[in-house]
C-alpha cells in the first residue's frame, strides 16, 4: 500500500531564480496489486512524483509511505522503467536485464537463469546477446521492463514508458503489460500524458492539475480486466476518454 | 551476395589501392623531377634493404621501440588512473584539471631539454620523452569518457539501488572505455612522435638519432627509409593496442 500524504515539493532556486513549487499538496493512496495511472499534461509534475516514489527525490513537505513506512531512498521493493530505458549501451540485454541482480550480488547463475526467464516473459527470449542499439525502441523498452521485473518488486514505477513508441509498438506492448500485471499482480503506478493509454491500462486515473501539481480528480475505471473484446466501441471506454479530455483541455496551461 | 571472404579481399584491395597509386605518383614525380631532395620510392626502398643489410638499424630499432613500450605504459598507469580519479572525484578534477589543460596544451618538446639536464642521455631521457608526450592525452579522454555517462543512466543505477561505488564500477567506468580506448591510440600516435623528436633532439641511438644523422648528411633516402620504419611501427603498436583492447574488454557485469 502506497501512501502519498500532503506532498510538496519544489526545485531549489539558484542565485537569483526563484524556486519553482512542482507538486502542491498531494494525497493519493494505492492499494496493493492496483494499477494506477498518473495522468496530467506535459511537464506538470508527474515525473517528479514518481521520483518521490522511487526514492530518488525527498517531498519538501509531506510524507511518502509504503506499507506505513517512510521512503527514505530506493530499495528492491520497487523496479522502475525509464522514459528513455536508460539501458546500459555497453552492455548486452542480458547483462541489462541482471543489472539490478548484479548490484545485489546474486551469482552469476542466478542472474543469468532470472534474466532468461524474464526475457522469455517479456517476448525477448532470442535477444539475450543483442546490444540495446541493435534493438528497435520497443524492444528496447522491454528489455527496460524485463529489467525492472528481475528484481522481483512489490512496486513497478513506470514513467511514460511507451510515450515515444509508434502506435502498434505501444499497443502491443501494453498488452503485455497487462497480461504480465494480471499473472503477477504487482501494485503499479503508470505515468502517462495519453487519455487512451490511461483508461486503456488503469484500474484507477489520477488527474493532476498543470504545474504546480494538485490532484485535480480521481477516476474510477469502469472496466473488467482483462479488458473485453472490442475494448475501442464500448460506452464506458469512449465516455471515460472523453470526460477525461474535456477536463484536460479546460486546464489552464502549464506556467513555463 | 558476396561471400566473407571475397568481401574481405575486395576490403583488402580496396585500403591498398591509394597507398599503390600514392607510390606510383611518388616514383613518377621524384624521377621527372630528378631532386636530391626528393628521392624516387625505388631509391628510399634500396636504401632501406641497405639499411636492413648491414644491420645497423636493428639496434636502433630494439632501442627506439623500447623506449616507447616503456614510455607508453608508465604513461598508461599514471594518465588512466588520475584521469579516472580526476572523473570520480570533482574535487580532484577542480584541482588537477588546469594542470591537464595546460600539460595538453604545452608543446611536449620543450621537456626534452629539461629531461636531458636530469637523465642525460641515458634511455630515461627517451622515456618520459615519450611519457611526457602521450600522458595528458591519456588522463583528458579518460576523463572525458567518464563524464559521458548520460544523467538518465546513472539515475537509472540509483533508482535500482547502486552504491556510488558500484555506480562507478560497474556503470561509469565500463561506459568511459570506448573513449579510453580511443584516446589511447591518439595518444600512442603521440608517443612515436615523441620517441623521435626526443631522440632527434639529443640521443645518440634510436630511430630519430639515425634521421639526424643522415639528415645532416643529405642523405635522404635513407632520411625517408627510417620514415618508413617509423610508419611501420607506429601502424603495428596501434594495432598491437587494438588487440589489447579486444583481451581487456571482459565485462565485470556479464552474468
Given at each position: 500500500m502506497i501512501s502519498i500524504r500532503g506532498c510538496h515539493y519544489r526545485f531549489r532556486g539558484e542565485g537569483d531564480r526563484a524556486a519553482v513549487p512542482v507538486l502542491d499538496d498531494v494525497n493519493i493512496e494505492v492499494a496493493d496489486g492496483e494499477f494506477l495511472c498518473v495522468l496530467g499534461p506535459s511537464g506538470c509534475g508527474k515525473t517528479t512524483l514518481l521520483r518521490l516514489l522511487a526514492g530518488l527525490a525527498t517531498p519538501t513537505a509531506g510524507d511518502v509511505l509504503i506499507d506505513g513506512t517512510p521512503v527514505t531512498g530506493p530499495g528492491p521493493d520497487r523496479g522502475m522503467v525509464f522514459q528513455d530505458h536508460a539501458l546500459l549501451p555497453w552492455a548486452d540485454v542480458l547483462t541489462n536485464v541482471a543489472f539490478g541482480l548484479a548490484l545485489r550480488n546474486v551469482p552469476r547463475d542466478e542472474r543469468e537463469e532470472r534474466a532468461r526467464r524474464l526475457l522469455d516473459a517479456v517476448g525477448l527470449s532470442g535477444c539475450a546477446s543483442y546490444h540495446p542499439r541493435q534493438l528497435s525502441g520497443g524492444m528496447q523498452q522491454r528489455v527496460g521492463l524485463a529489467r525492472a521485473l528481475a528484481i522481483e518488486p512489490a512496486i513497478l514505477l513506470m514513467d511514460e514508458p511507451f510515450g515515444s513508441l509508434d502506435a502498434q509498438t505501444r499497443r502491443a506492448l501494453q498488452e503485455d503489460l497487462m497480461r504480465l500485471h494480471l499473472a503477477e499482480r504487482k501494485t503499479v503506478v503508470f505515468v502517462t500524458h495519453s487519455v487512451d493509454e490511461a483508461v486503456r491500462l488503469g484500474d484507477r486515473i489520477v488527474l493532476l492539475s498543470p504545474r504546480p501539481a494538485r490532484v485535480e480528480a480521481v477516476f474510477d475505471v469502469p472496466l473488467s480486466r482483462p479488458r473485453p473484446p472490442g475494448l475501442d466501441s464500448l460506452p464506458a471506454f469512449v465516455e471515460l476518454k472523453r470526460d477525461l479530455w474535456i477536463r484536460l483541455k479546460s486546464q489552464p496551461r502549464a506556467t513555463p | 551476395m558476396d561471400t566473407p571472404e571475397i568481401a574481405a579481399q575486395g576490403h583488402a584491395v580496396s585500403r591498398l589501392a591509394p597507398l599503390g597509386v600514392t607510390l606510383v605518383l611518388w616514383e613518377g614525380l621524384a624521377r621527372l623531377l630528378a631532386q636530391p631532395a626528393f628521392p624516387p620510392f625505388s631509391a628510399v626502398l634500396s636504401a632501406l634493404v641497405t639499411l636492413v643489410a648491414e644491420g645497423r638499424i636493428f639496434g636502433d630499432l630494439i632501442s627506439s621501440i623500447s623506449a616507447l613500450a616503456l614510455g607508453f605504459g608508465l604513461a598508461m598507469a599514471v594518465g588512466v588512473t588520475v584521469g579516472a580519479l580526476m572523473g570520480a572525484f570533482p574535487q580532484v578534477e577542480e584541482v588537477l584539471g588546469p594542470y591537464l589543460n595546460a600539460g595538453l596544451a604545452a608543446p611536449a618538446l620543450i621537456y626534452v631539454p629539461i629531461l636531458f639536464t636530469l637523465?642525460?642521455?641515458?634511455r630515461w631521457t627517451q622515456v618520459f620523452t615519450v611519457f611526457l608526450y602521450s600522458v595528458f592525452s591519456i588522463a583528458s579522454y579518460t576523463v572525458a569518457g567518464m563524464h559521458g555517462t548520460s544523467r538518465t543512466v546513472t539515475e537509472m543505477a540509483r533508482a535500482f539501488g547502486a552504491t556510488r561505488r558500484q555506480t562507478l564500477l560497474l556503470v561509469v567506468w565500463p561506459g568511459a572505455r570506448p573513449m579510453l580506448m580511443s584516446g589511447l591510440r591518439i595518444a600512442m600516435a603521440m608517443a612515436v612522435k615523441g620517441m623521435i623528436n626526443g631522440e632527434m633532439l639529443i640521443a645518440s641511438t634510436g630511430l630519430g638519432a639515425l634521421v639526424r644523422v643522415y639528415g645532416s648528411r643529405f642523405e635522404i633516402d635513407k632520411v625517408l627509409a627510417i620514415l618508413l620504419v617509423i610508419a611501420i611501427v607506429a601502424l603495428s603498436s596501434t594495432s598491437g593496442l587494438r588487440l589489447v583492447e579486444r583481451r581487456a574488454l571482459g565485462d565485470a557485469l556479464q552474468p
Open positions: - | 637523465a642525460g642521455t641515458s
